[in-house]
C-alpha cells in the first residue's frame, strides 16, 4: 500500500487557494503557537489572582506580551477548535455540527482547503506540527480492520505541515506515537478498560500516559535546535496533550502542587511552556519570534474539578459554563502573545478575538493575500496584537458554538442564545438568552424580553453569517 500527499494545487480549485505573492514589506518572525488542552482563564496567575497554581512560565510570558481578557475558541470541544485555527473557518459550517472527531475517524480537514501552516510554507516558512492532532486522519484499511503496518495519510503532512511528531488524541486509541504518516511501532496490545486514561483500544507495548508530555516537549526542544541552524523562518504547532486526561503527571511533578494531580500536570504544562521559551532564548531566536499560547477551550478538565474545588481553587471564577456549554465558561480562553520590539509588555487587551483570526493575522504578518474561498471566519488582529488603532472597521461578531451544537452570538458587550432545538433533546425548544456581558459576566439576568431589538439585530447577524458561508 502507498500514500500520496493531498498536494493543494493540484486541482484548479486548490490552485486558487493558494495566496498571492507577498504585499511589499513583509514581515517573517518565526511563529510558535502553543495549544494548551481544556484550559480556562482560571487556572492561571496571570488571569486569577491568588491562585493556587504556581504558572510562572505562563505568566512571564504575559508580563514580557500582550495578555488578552475577551478570546475565544471556536468552539467548547476539542477538534472543532483545532480546525478553526487551523483554516480559519468555523467548524460547524463541515460534517462535524456536534461533538468532537471519535477514534479513527477519517480528516475533518476538507482536501485543497488552504490551512495555516500550508499558507505560511508557501510564504517560505519551514512548518511543523509536535502534539495533539485530532482531526482525523485516512487510516489503512484491510479487510475492515486497520493495519498500522502502512502509512496513514490524511494528518498533518497532508494539511501543510513539513514534519509532525505527537500522538493523534491522548485519550484515545491507537496509543503510539506518530511520525509524519507512520506509527512509531505496532500497538500489539490492547487497552481493555475505559477511565481516566483513555478508551479501550490497540496500545504499544510498554506504553506509558505519564511519559507523553514530556516527550512532545523534548521534540519541540529539539526541533528549535535544528530551525536555529537555518535562516528560513519556521513555524512551530505545538499543541500540547496537557491539562486535558489522561490525567498522568510524570514523576517529577507527582505531588509537587500540594494540591493533587491534575494541579500537578497543570505545573507541568507550565513547565512544558518554559522549556519552549528557554529554547529559544539558548539559541538566541526569542527576539524575531512571536509566541503565542492559548487555551482550545475555556473549561478545566473535569478529573481536576473536584481536587481544585477542595483545595479552595475556583477555576472558572466568576465565568458560568463548563465542557461543551455555550455559557463564557465553556469557550473563554487565555491568549498570550510575545514579540519583542513589536508587542509592548505587560500590555492587556479587552478587544473581542478567536483563535480562528490566526489564519488572517498571520497573513497580514508575512504580506500574503488569501483569495476569497479561503479563512472565511477570520479577522485580522494583528493591530489588536501590537497595541495600535486598528482604523475604521466595523464592530465584529464571533459566533460561538457548544459541544451539542447550540449557537451563540456575541458582538460588543451583547450576546445572544438565541431560541433554537435542543440537539440533545428532540422536539424541545431551548428558550432565548440575552446578556451583556460589561455588567453581568456571570449570566446570572436574562434580558432579552427588555432587550427585543438587540436580541433581533443579533439573530440576524447570526441568520446572516450561517446562510452565507462566511463571517468575514
Known amino acids: ?223 528549535i535546535g535544528l530551525r536555529a541552524q537555518s535562516k528560513q523562518p519556521f513555524f512551530l504547532y505545538f499543541p500540547l496533550t496537557t491539562p486535558h486526561e489522561p490525567i498522568r503527571p510524570s514523576v517529577r511533578f507527582q505531588g509537587k502542587s500540594g494540591i493533587g494531580a491534575w494541579a500537578d500536570l497543570m505545573l507541568e504544562t507550565d513547565w512544558a511552556v518554559g522549556e519552549v521559551l528557554a529554547a529559544l532564548d539558548r539559541h538566541k531566536l526569542t527576539q524575531n519570534t512571536l509566541v503565542i499560547f492559548a487555551g482550545d477551550n475555556g473549561h478545566t478538565a473535569y478529573a481536576g474539578l473536584k481536587e481544585l474545588l477542595a483545595s479552595g481553587h475556583k477555576p472558572c471564577g466568576e465565568l458560568r459554563g463548563y465542557k461543551g456549554d455555550i455559557y463564557e465558561g465553556g469557550h473563554r480562553v487565555p491568549f498570550i502573545a510575545r514579540w519583542p520590539g513589536q508587542i509592548r509588555p505587560g500590555d492587556v487587551s479587552r478587544e473581542l478575538i478567536c483563535l480562528n483570526d490566526m489564519m488572517r493575522t498571520a497573513a497580514a504578518i508575512v504580506g500574503a493575500d488569501l483569495p476569497p474561498n479561503a479563512a472565511e471566519d477570520s479577522f485580522d488582529v494583528l493591530p489588536d496584537l501590537l497595541g495600535r488603532p486598528a482604523g475604521r472597521r466595523p464592530q465584529r461578531a464571533v459566533v460561538h458554538h457548544s459541544g451539542n451544537g447550540v449557537f451563540a452570538i456575541r458582538r460588543g458587550p451583547w450576546k445572544l442564545i438565541p431560541e433554537q432545538a435542543a440537539p440533545d433533546k428532540p422536539g424541545l425548544a431551548r428558550p432565548g438568552e440575552l446578556y451583556n456581558l460589561d455588567e453581568d459576566i456571570s449570566e446570572t439576568r436574562n434580558v432579552i424580553q427588555e432587550q427585543p431589538s438587540i436580541a433581533k439585530e443579533l439573530a440576524a447577524v447570526l441568520t446572516k453569517y450561517r446562510r452565507d458561508g462566511r463571517s468575514q
Not at 497532508?158 to 514534519?163: A, V
Open 1 to 223: 500500500m502507498t500514500i500520496t500527499r493531498r498536494e493543494f494545487g493540484a486541482s484548479i480549485g486548490a490552485a486558487a487557494a493558494k495566496p498571492v505573492p507577498r504585499r511589499a514589506q513583509p514581515q517573517t518572525p518565526n511563529i510558535v503557537f502553543i495549544l494548551a488542552d481544556d484550559l480556562g482563564c482560571g487556572d492561571l496567575g496571570c488571569y486569577k489572582r491568588g491562585s493556587k497554581i504556581d504558572t510562572a512560565n505562563i505568566d512571564r510570558l504575559s508580563s514580557e506580551g500582550v495578555r488578552f481578557t475577551d478570546a475565544h475558541s471556536g468552539s467548547a470541544v476539542c477538534s472543532p477548535t483545532r480546525y478553526g485555527l487551523l483554516t480559519g473557518r468555523y467548524a460547524w459550517r463541515t460534517r462535524l455540527d456536534r461533538g468532537v472527531l471519535r477514534p479513527f475517524d477519517p480528516p475533518l480537514i476538507e482536501a485543497g482547503r488552504l490551512t495555516l501552516p500550508e499558507m505560511l510554507r508557501l510564504q517560505g516558512y519551514y512548518t511543523a506540527c509536535i502534539g495533539k492532532w485530532h482531526l482525523g486522519w485516512d487510516w489503512p484499511r484491510m479487510d475492515d480492520h486497520i493495519d498500522f503496518r502502512f502509512a496513514i495519510a490524511g494528518g498533518p503532512v497532508s494539511c501543510g505541515f513539513d514534519y509532525y511528531f505527537g500522538v493523534d488524541v491522548p485519550n484515545y486509541p491507537p496509543y503510539c506515537f506518530i511520525e509524519n504518516h507512520r506509527m512509531l511501532g505496532l500497538p500489539s496490545e490492547q487497552k481493555t478498560t475505559r477511565d481516566l486514561d483513555g478508551a479501550p483500544g490497540p496500545m504499544l507495548a510498554g506504553w506509558k500516559f505519564d511519559e507523553v508530555l514530556a516527550t512532545l516537549t523534548t521534540k519541540a526542544v529539539e526541533h
